[in-house]
Nanobody, 126 residues
Framework: QNQLVESGGGSVQSGGSLRLSCSAS????????MGWFRQAQGQDREAVAS????????LYGDSVKGRTTISVNEARDTIYLQMDSLKPEDTAMYYC???????????????????WGRGTQVTVNP
């Protein structure tokens, strides 16, 4: 498993942007697939985006498609989530996730991931 630490959350006005980061340490094979998920208060966890670091292929949830970009650095130990045109409904705790399932990546199924960060809060004000 990997240790994942998210950063970059905060409070922004509607229409603004944020860039989240997730720093990973541990077994590189254990982060062959990485992703971002979010959970708003009182709601189920929702998939945001996933990336296959080895090939840079990506997949996005419908609610953020076109407004969000997931990326990875060359060392494959940090992933980013660039969020633009933020809306109040984007308010949630954002979690980074990693898993060894390179054969089925990118994927938005949370059960595939076995390493999770503690989350970073994003609040979008109207």
């Amino acid at each position: 498993q990997n240790q994942l630490v998210e950063s970059g959350g905060g409070s922004v006005q509607s229409g603004g942007s944020l860039r989240l980061s997730c720093s990973a340490s541990g077994d590189r094979n254990g982060r062959a697939c990485m992703g971002w998920f979010r959970q708003a208060q009182g709601q189920d966890r929702e998939a945001v985006a996933s990336i296959y670091p080895g090939g840079r292929s990506t997949l996005y949830g419908d609610s953020v498609k076109g407004r969000t970009t997931i990326s990875v650095n060359e060392a494959r130990d940090t992933i980013y989530l660039q969020m633009d045109s933020l809306k109040p409904e984007d308010t949630a705790m954002y979690y980074c996730a990693a898993g060894p399932h390179y054969w089925h990546c990118p994927i938005l199924t949370s059960e595939k991931y076995n390493s999770w960060g503690r989350g970073t809060q994003v609040t979008v004000n109207p």
